[in-house]
Protein backbone atom coordinates (compact mmCIF):
# COMPACT_ATOMS: atom_id res chain seq x y z
CA UNK A 1 0.00 0.00 0.00
CA UNK A 2 0.98 3.65 -0.47
CA UNK A 3 -0.58 6.30 1.37
CA UNK A 4 0.13 9.71 1.18
CA UNK A 5 -1.21 10.96 4.52
CA UNK A 6 -4.20 11.31 6.77
CA UNK A 7 -7.48 12.32 4.57
CA UNK A 8 -9.24 13.38 7.46
CA UNK A 9 -10.20 13.43 10.89
CA UNK A 10 -14.07 13.74 12.59
CA UNK A 11 -14.49 14.54 16.16
CA UNK A 12 -17.81 14.62 17.92
CA UNK A 13 -18.56 17.59 19.73
CA UNK A 14 -20.39 17.24 23.52
CA UNK A 15 -21.41 20.60 22.63
CA UNK A 16 -22.04 20.85 19.35
CA UNK A 17 -22.52 24.89 19.14
CA UNK A 18 -19.45 26.11 21.24
CA UNK A 19 -17.32 24.00 19.28
CA UNK A 20 -18.30 24.56 16.00
CA UNK A 21 -18.12 28.50 17.12
CA UNK A 22 -14.34 27.63 18.15
CA UNK A 23 -13.13 25.37 14.95
CA UNK A 24 -15.22 28.31 12.40
CA UNK A 25 -12.70 30.61 13.77
CA UNK A 26 -9.63 28.17 14.47
CA UNK A 27 -9.88 26.43 11.59
CA UNK A 28 -10.17 29.05 8.04
CA UNK A 29 -7.63 30.96 9.92
CA UNK A 30 -4.87 27.97 10.06
CA UNK A 31 -5.95 27.67 5.94
CA UNK A 32 -8.96 25.19 5.73
CA UNK A 33 -11.38 26.15 3.97
CA UNK A 34 -15.51 25.60 5.19
CA UNK A 35 -16.79 23.05 2.63
CA UNK A 36 -20.06 21.99 4.78
CA UNK A 37 -21.60 24.07 7.99
CA UNK A 38 -24.80 22.67 8.84
CA UNK A 39 -26.92 21.54 11.83
CA UNK A 40 -25.41 17.72 11.63
CA UNK A 41 -21.33 18.42 11.25
CA UNK A 42 -18.47 21.25 10.31
CA UNK A 43 -16.14 20.22 7.59
CA UNK A 44 -13.15 22.08 6.81
CA UNK A 45 -10.30 20.98 3.86
CA UNK A 46 -7.06 22.35 3.54
CA UNK A 47 -3.53 21.71 3.86
CA UNK A 48 -3.86 17.88 2.77
CA UNK A 49 -5.88 16.83 5.43
CA UNK A 50 -9.48 17.59 6.88
CA UNK A 51 -11.08 18.13 10.05
CA UNK A 52 -15.26 17.40 11.00
CA UNK A 53 -16.82 18.21 14.10
CA UNK A 54 -19.98 16.19 14.29
CA UNK A 55 -23.07 16.68 16.52
CA UNK A 56 -23.32 13.80 19.23
CA UNK A 57 -25.91 11.63 19.64
CA UNK A 58 -28.45 12.70 22.03
CA UNK A 59 -27.62 10.97 24.61
CA UNK A 60 -24.24 11.76 25.10
CA UNK A 61 -24.96 15.55 24.42
CA UNK A 62 -22.91 17.91 27.09
CA UNK A 63 -20.31 15.71 27.79
CA UNK A 64 -16.43 16.30 27.51
CA UNK A 65 -13.42 14.39 26.27
CA UNK A 66 -10.81 12.85 28.36
CA UNK A 67 -8.06 11.70 26.70
CA UNK A 68 -6.78 9.13 28.95
CA UNK A 69 -10.08 7.07 27.95
CA UNK A 70 -10.52 5.01 24.96
CA UNK A 71 -10.79 7.33 21.90
CA UNK A 72 -9.19 10.10 20.77
CA UNK A 73 -5.87 11.24 22.67
CA UNK A 74 -5.11 14.35 20.96
CA UNK A 75 -5.16 16.08 16.83
CA UNK A 76 -1.70 17.81 15.88
CA UNK A 77 -1.42 20.19 13.11
CA UNK A 78 1.93 20.23 11.58
CA UNK A 79 3.12 24.10 10.93
CA UNK A 80 5.51 25.61 8.42
CA UNK A 81 7.10 27.93 10.98
CA UNK A 82 7.70 28.69 14.75
CA UNK A 83 5.72 31.97 13.81
CA UNK A 84 2.26 29.78 12.63
CA UNK A 85 2.22 28.06 16.25
CA UNK A 86 2.91 31.95 18.36
CA UNK A 87 0.27 32.76 16.05
CA UNK A 88 -2.16 29.67 16.37
CA UNK A 89 -1.41 29.95 20.31
CA UNK A 90 -2.36 33.74 20.35
CA UNK A 91 -5.61 32.85 18.31
CA UNK A 92 -7.11 29.59 20.27
CA UNK A 93 -6.56 32.64 23.65
CA UNK A 94 -8.53 35.38 21.90
CA UNK A 95 -11.53 32.12 21.08
CA UNK A 96 -11.62 31.23 24.96
CA UNK A 97 -9.75 27.88 24.47
CA UNK A 98 -7.67 26.32 27.47
CA UNK A 99 -3.96 26.59 26.66
CA UNK A 100 -2.31 23.22 28.17
CA UNK A 101 1.67 24.44 27.45
CA UNK A 102 2.14 27.56 25.42
CA UNK A 103 4.87 27.43 23.03
CA UNK A 104 7.68 25.80 23.88
CA UNK A 105 10.51 23.71 22.38
CA UNK A 106 9.72 19.60 23.18
CA UNK A 107 11.75 16.52 23.46
CA UNK A 108 10.08 14.40 20.77
CA UNK A 109 12.02 15.82 18.10
CA UNK A 110 15.16 17.68 17.06
CA UNK A 111 13.46 20.88 17.06
CA UNK A 112 10.31 20.51 18.11
CA UNK A 113 8.23 23.33 19.00
CA UNK A 114 4.12 23.53 19.57
CA UNK A 115 1.29 24.73 22.01
CA UNK A 116 -0.94 22.18 23.41
CA UNK A 117 -4.69 23.17 23.96
CA UNK A 118 -8.21 22.06 24.48
CA UNK A 119 -11.47 23.02 22.88
CA UNK A 120 -14.65 24.06 24.83
CA UNK A 121 -15.41 19.96 24.90
CA UNK A 122 -11.93 19.45 26.20
CA UNK A 123 -11.01 17.70 23.02
CA UNK A 124 -6.74 18.48 23.12
CA UNK A 125 -5.27 19.75 19.68
CA UNK A 126 -2.12 20.78 19.09
CA UNK A 127 -0.05 23.17 16.41
CA UNK A 128 3.95 21.85 16.28
CA UNK A 129 6.30 22.67 14.58
CA UNK A 130 9.63 20.29 13.24
CA UNK A 131 11.90 21.79 11.34
CA UNK A 132 13.54 19.51 8.07
CA UNK A 133 12.57 16.30 8.14
CA UNK A 134 11.66 15.08 11.80
CA UNK A 135 11.50 11.82 13.36
CA UNK A 136 11.54 10.82 9.44
CA UNK A 137 15.56 12.43 9.36
CA UNK A 138 18.30 9.63 9.14
CA UNK A 139 19.46 8.78 12.64
CA UNK A 140 16.52 10.74 14.67
CA UNK A 141 14.89 9.46 17.69
CA UNK A 142 11.59 8.65 18.14
CA UNK A 143 9.64 9.60 21.08
CA UNK A 144 5.85 9.21 22.31
CA UNK A 145 4.04 12.13 24.08
Not at 20 to 27: A, G, P, V
Not at 37 to 65: F, M, N, Q, W
Not at 69 to 76: D, I, S
Request: proline residues 6%.
Amino acid sequence: MDISGMAHLIITAGNFKASTDFYRELLPAMGLQIVEDSEEILYCVGARTALGIRKPDPAHAGERANQWRVGLHHYCFRAKNRETVDQAHKLVMALGGKIIHAPEEGPWAPGYYSVLFEDPDGIRGEVNHVPGKGVLAEGAEFRTH
